[in-house]
């Protein structure tokens, strides 16, 4: 991949000299990256729906509360040894660039809950299991 450059602004308002920034680090090669991932939209699914997301070091059960919407159930892991409604932002690569509402092989899980962010490891599977 090509480096792109970039400009800088200093607090006082000066142009500083220009760097070169690894091209897997700008929003363009996230948006590539992650446009090329396989995985789902949990805003696009329903409550009759559970998803069973295995990563690199936990499975996790996820059952969106509502189609359209961020809002889940979810168990497993460390973090939810119950199950607990949290908000699942979306996946990353591990850096400040999310894609929101995503669950994505090869992709970390931004997790919002009420005693704060959860970060998991790598997804490795999804899988889909219609609830009764």
């Known amino acids: 991949m090509s480096d792109e450059a970039f400009a800088m602004i200093s607090p006082n308002g000066e142009l500083m000299t220009p760097r070169a920034l ?29 998803l ?26 460390r973090f939810f040894p119950e199950p607990t409604e949290v908000r699942l932002a979306g996946s990353t690569f591990g850096g400040s660039l999310l894609r929101q509402g995503w669950i994505g092989i090869g992709m970390c899980l931004e997790i919002h809950s009420a005693t704060g962010p959860v970060l998991t490891s790598r997804v490795r599977s999804i899988t889909a299991v219609p609830v009764n």
């Open 22 to 50: 690894p091209r897997r680090c700008t929003a363009a090669a996230f948006a590539n990256d992650a446009g090329g991932c396989q995985g789902l939209d949990i805003r696009d699914l329903g409550p009759r729906v559970t």
């Open 52 to 77: 069973l997301v295995g990563t690199s070091h936990s499975r996790y059960n996820v059952t969106p509360v509502q189609a359209g919407d961020s809002l889940v159930i979810i168990s497993g892991g």
